[in-house]
């Protein structure tokens, strides 16, 4: 590593300073911790910075070796003077101490006098913008404004948020400076900056002529954060230290241990890469989809998406992974994202990624995984990766790893909500990814994350129109960035496939400086919804797009379609023949009603799943289904009934012998029928009255042309009635027989024809519904722009919206990239009359006291907070909403524990529900009621109630 040089400062500046703590007065210097920035940036860049974030940074200076050393020299530049604004009367003036002590050493603090609005306008990072733009105009003859602003943006942005133009060169403070000697001195300090980069003349005139991309000033942006959170760690940088920055920054690498990259090799035989990578058994081979899309992975010529759309059970996770390994070793990426719809698809396929690097990492190497969700902390089989995580990247560098395993854990510096991105391997909720494209702070460390990943997409289908704004714009960000992403889906809208593979080749464009308007884009558009075959890889890349229609893989499921009028009366009479039977319903009112009626009626044992049972029970039970239900169940049971909500659509692999399912779009219905018969299992396993699947559709009327279906209620406020009553329109015209793969691609094009015909004595309802939908559309696309952050273009960052967001419109902003209501949920403990206890059935620590007047110990904590249940979303509606938060804050917690619980990582924020002996409460005139076999129940005083969804 180049060791970067270290001037004095001027004698002027060396009381400047930069930190302070004001408990024992010690105290930084300006120039010191400038110092340390940069030396820790000349190490990141070195020895960490992924290869694909120097090429962006690189790439307006050329691809050669004094493109990239430039492009280093700028990376220390802008670490090295990133705080030079911290030289000024607004932020010196922050503690008086050191502004006495500047003050006798020469500093002018009398003139001009600033008011206290004045000095909060002020912001150091803006200082440091405004002075670096003078000094270069003093340095370089004629500077290109978008050259100059572009670096502008960087420094006035590295606090997170890119402010707008106006907000940096607007306020009239600095130039009552000008005229001072802080300006001078400032000029001095960007002088030492350069030295220490190494900066020449000749470097300043191309830096100063030569813009940088959007893309390179978001990946150097978060570049500079991550040095300067580093730099500013006082367990590697301490306030007073003798040791020189450079020794400091190879100190604070050495603790930090940040695991090699991972570097595959380019595989020669696909079939001896997968028998690999899965552990087939040994007559197994690659299925077509997963054949074609590694030599899409070997052929592609750059950064490209490849959307897969085939069946559930094809194995297009397996596909997926296996072309990201071919990807990363042909483009030099080294890590992977994989993005699911929910926690619970997180959680199932976290054993699946790790069984994945397990086969594919080379013995003795150490790697970054995180789990990204909101529940990470409750995931046993996540947990116990940190167990050896600190021994074992204590010996990241010692040489007698090569015959040991790999080994994969958190690293603890990765595991912030911040830096999660950063770690090599991550798998998550796809919020993850899209955060990307939200107008949020230090937006730019999410993009420095993602340059060294293949980004895995899966079930992309659950995105909403909301969430599709956001999900569009991150794409074509990723494009712009140089990075690949693999998409997955059973079943896509044509349009949604036309929409997601133009946005990455915009991206994708910019990025080749190739160019790609709005004519090519409506071609291109056009093309892609004309794409007829299922199963189809479609790939979209900088110079175009390709599709690649497959031959199913032999496996073929037919089911018969069958419209039912009462689901409790038709499931009681299909018991009777044995067998695996799922019962799907729209929301949890519905399951637990449908649940408790069957029940009460058969012998067959009869489990119910949902998201309002408590977090450990809902765990337990997912389990089990997955181990009873699963394609490697052991002791599958001969008579079971499941009902569930919609997470069994996606979180788990199930087979059943026949299902009924509420009417839902074509999409998730075919998702459910998924579920049918979903295993090779031998045929004289299922009772004969199932030999053939069936699917009995619930929650309407069987459409006939003659007159308008009736569709419940409960239904349409979740999916709406235009897409249900284009779903019956559908099964009207194909017919009761489903043959999958044949089918799904025409029934889901007929579905979202927006030219689809449908029988004349629909037209009023129909028209009805499907004006009610494009308003809604355009609703959720118009707020989902709120927060959205701009595509990239060819301007300097700045932003196109005043003002920093706040921490509550960032934690709000955060919430809106999915299209939901705040959610709460609760703890819920008892209440006695002795005090409050853990309830008597929780796994761990079971009816133990709880006195909130003392600090919980850490386990205990922990265990409490599994205790959660949601609480449907209507409780929260208007005053009804306020009232119960207010009782609820009232009731367990006076102000001084509410105080004492700020410091536990685990209760923090918590909100407890205590019930009675029955588990029953009571609170602004709703009753709560849990029970274990049906999960919470909420009901209101008075006869109505809001519908409550999954």
């Known amino acids: ?191 030492r900056a350069a030295a220490t980069a190494g900066l020449l003349n000749s470097d300043l005139e191309v830096l100063a002529t030569s813009p940088l991309t959007q893309t390179a000033q978001m990946v150097l942006t978060g570049f500079l954060i991550m040095s300067d959170w580093i730099a500013s760690n006082q367990t590697f940088f301490p306030l007073d230290d003798t040791r020189s920055s450079w020794e400091r920054a190879q100190f604070a690498l050495q603790r930090l241990r940040f695991p090699n990259r991972w570097q595959p090799t380019e595989p020669k035989d696909n079939q001896e890469l997968f028998a690999t990578s899965f552990a087939l058994p040994e007559d197994a081979s690659a299925r077509p989809v997963q054949n074609t899309a590694m030599e899409i992975a070997k052929q592609v010529t ?24 071919i990807l990363a070793a042909r483009l030099g990426f080294s890590g992977v994202t994989m993005a699911l719809p929910t926690c619970a698809t997180s959680d199932a396929m976290l054993p699946r990624l790790l069984r994945w690097l397990d086969n594919r990492l080379p013995a003795g190497m150490h790697s970054s995984l995180v789990l990204s969700h909101s529940k990470a902390q ?67 460390l999410r993009h420095l994350g993602f340059t060294n990943k293949i980004i895995v997409l899966d079930e992309i289908h659950a995105a909403d129109s909301y969430m599709s704004v956001y999900l569009d714009r991150i794409i074509t ?81 037919v089911f018969m379609v069958e419209f039912i009028d009462d689901v409790v009366e038709q499931v009681v009479g299909q018991s009777r023949f044995g067998g695996c039977i799922g019962v799907v319903c729209n929301t949890v009112r519905r399951a637990q009603e449908v649940y408790a009626e069957i029940s009460e009626r058969v012998d067959v044992e009869v489990v119910l799943i949902h998201s309002r049972f408590l977090a450990f029970e809902r765990r337990r039970i997912e389990k089990d289904l997955v181990t009873r239900l699963g394609p490697d169940a052991p002791d599958r049971p001969k008579s079971l009934i499941v009902v569930s909500t919609q997470v069994i659509e996606q979180s788990m692999d199930l087979d059943f012998d026949c299902m009924f399912s509420d009417l839902a779009p074509m999409d998730l219905l075919l998702q459910r029928a998924g579920r049918l018969h979903r295993h090779n299992r031998p045929h004289e396993s299922r009772p004969a009255k199932f030999a053939t699947a069936m699917l009995h559709i619930s929650g309407c009327t069987r459409p006939v042309p003659e007159e308008v279906p009736e569709v419940d209620k409960g239904s349409c406020a979740v999916y709406g009635a235009s897409i249900l009553l284009r779903t019956l329109n559908t099964l009207l015209l194909h017919g009761s027989v489903i043959t999958s793969p044949d089918d799904v691609a025409p029934l889901v094009r007929m579905t979202y024809n927006p030219d689809v015909t449908y029988p004349q004595a629909w037209a009023d309802e129909w028209d009805l519904a499907e004006e009610q939908a494009q308003a809604l559309r355009q609703d959720q696309e118009g707020r989902a722009k709120t927060f ?84 449907p979303q209507w409780v929260l509606h208007g005053e009804l909403g306020e009232q119960l938060l207010d009782e609820l804050e009232g009731e367990v917690l006076d102000e001084s524990e509410v105080y004492s619980l700020l410091r536990n990582k685990w209760l923090s924020g918590q909100l407890f529900l205590p019930v009675d002996q029955d588990l029953k409460a009571k609170f602004a005139g709703l009753t709560f009621q849990y029970s274990r076999d049906l999960g919470m129940i909420v009901m209101k005083a008075t006869p109505e109630s809001g519908e409550d969804n999954e």
């Not at 884009?521 to 229609?549: N, R, W």
Request: glycine share 6%; net charge negative; charged share 25%.
């Open 1 to 191: 590593m180049n060791r970067p040089p270290v001037a004095q400062p001027p004698l002027s500046c060396r009381k400047a300073w930069a930190k302070y703590n004001w408990k024992d007065q010690s105290w930084m210097s300006l120039y010191r911790h400038l110092d340390d920035a940069a030396c820790t940036a000349a190490a990141l860049w070195d020895s960490w910075l992924p290869e694909n974030a120097r090429r962006i940074i690189a790439k307006p200076f050329g691809n050669g070796d004094d493109g990239m050393e430039l492009a280093r020299k700028l990376a220390i530049f802008v670490a090295a003077g990133h705080d030079i604004g911290k030289h000024s009367i607004p932020f010196a003036t922050k503690a008086k101490p050191l502004r006495d002590e500047m003050a006798l050493a020469g500093a002018d603090f009398d003139t001009p006098q600033f008011s206290q609005d004045e000095l909060k306008q002020s912001p150091h990072s803006h200082y440091s913008a405004l002075s670096f733009d003078e000094w270069i105009d003093a340095k370089v003859a004629k500077p290109a404004p978008k050259a100059v602003g572009a670096i502008m943006a960087i420094l006035a942005g590295h606090h997170g948020i890119f402010p707008t133009k106006l907000e940096v060169t607007g306020p009239k403070n600095y130039d009552s400076e000008r005229k001072l000697h802080w300006h001078t001195e400032r000029f001095a300090l960007w002088d």
């Open 302 to 325: 750059g950064p490209s998406l490849l959307l897969v759309e085939a069946p559930t059970g094809e194995g297009k996770t397996e596909a997926a992974l296996a072309a990201a390994e």
């Open 378 to 444: 409750f995931n046993e089989e996540y947990q116990s990766l940190f167990h050896h995580a600190d021994n074992s990247f204590g010996s990241i560098y010692d040489d007698d790893l090569h015959d040991k395993e790999a080994v994969i854990q958190p690293h603890w510096w990765f595991t912030g909500r911040k830096t999660s991105t950063l770690s090599d391997f991550t798998i998550g909720t796809i919020d993850q990814v899209l955060f990307g494209a939200l107008r949020s702070k230090h937006l730019a």
């Open 477 to 557: 960000w990723l494009g712009a960035l140089g990075v690949p992403v693999i998409a997955l889906s059973a079943t896509l809208d044509p349009a949604r496939r036309a929409k997601l593979l133009t946005a990455y080749r915009v991206g994708a464009a910019r990025s080749a400086s190739i160019s790609y308007r709005a004519k090519a884009q409506q071609v291109d558009k056009d093309e892609a919804k004309s794409q007829t075959s299922y199963p189809l890889i479609s790939v979209a890349g900088a110079t175009g797009m390709e599709f690649y229609p497959l031959e199913p893989s032999g496996r073929r499921q």
């Open 788 to 871: 959205l952050f701009p595509k990239p273009a060819s301007e300097p960052l700045w932003s196109k919206k005043p003002g920093v967001l706040n921490a509550r419109e960032e934690t709000h902003g955060q919430a809106q990239v999915r299209d939901i209501e705040d959610s709460l949920e609760v703890i819920v403990i008892r209440g006695t009359d002795t005090g409050f206890r853990t309830l008597d059935f929780a796994p761990e620590y079971p009816d133990e006291p709880i006195d909130f007047g003392f600090p919980l110990d850490d386990d205990f904590s922990r265990a409490l907070a599994r205790t959660t249940v949601s609480l």
